[in-house]
Structures are given as C-alpha cells and as structure tokens.
C-alpha cells in the first residue's frame, strides 16, 4: 500500500452516509458520519464542568447525535444546532434507533462511553 501525502489526505472523500428506514415518519432518514472537529465537540457537550464537579450532560444526548448526522439528499445537515430541543421531542424509539445507527456510523463504541464518563458523578444536568 502506498504512503499518503497531504494533498491525498485532505481530499480523500472519507464520509460516509446510510439510509435507515423510518416508518414513523413516512420515509427513510439518511445519516452521515461526523467530522473529527464534530465528534469532539458533541463528546466534550456531554461534559458539564462546573469547579470541580463534572456531569455527564445527557439532556437531548439522541436528538443532538442525529441532528448532527442527518443530511438531506445533498448531503447538507437538516437540522441545526437551535432545533435539538424540537427533535428531542420526537418519538423516542425512533430517535434512538437513528442514534443506535449514528453510533454504529460513527464507529462510537460503549467502551467509548464508559471511558467518557470515568470519574464522574452520577447524575445529568438540566
């Protein structure tokens, strides 16, 4: 196999997507996998730090892993990060079977999450 350069690097199409099927809502729903800059931010969303007391933030955690992740056919995300609040307000079986499958995509493991959540309290924030 070939060593890689910048060039090849930066402008390899790495990002894939899949359909998943939601009855529920009358179609299938496409999900993409995230950017590095973009998990890292949802995976540091998930920590609320104040002092010295860290909480796992899981207020809307499915609703803010599918809006990241679902696209539209253009591969454009459709929902920003000021509709959290309304998808989280979605059928909760079917949001977390399109976080299950973003998960899945995203190659985001449940070592992932205990490591994540190693040394915090028990408990989220509001």
Do not use: H, Y
């Amino acid at each position: 196999m070939a060593i890689l350069n910048r060039d090849a690097i930066l402008t390899a199409d790495d990002m894939k997507t899949i359909d998943i099927e939601v009855p529920e809502w009358g179609g299938d729903v496409r999900l993409r996998t995230l950017t590095g800059g973009e998990r890292d931010k949802f995976e540091s969303d998930m920590i609320d730090q104040r002092g010295k007391n860290n909480k796992m933030n899981l207020v809307n955690l499915r609703a803010r892993l599918v809006a990241l992740c679902a696209v539209d056919e253009g591969g454009k995300r459709m929902f920003g990060d000021n509709e959290v609040t309304k998808l989280g307000s979605k059928n909760a079986a079917v949001l977390d079977k399109l976080f299950t499958a973003a998960q899945k995509l995203n190659g985001m493991t449940q070592e992932d999450v205990e490591e994540l959540t190693e040394g915090f309290e028990d408990g989220q924030t509001e």
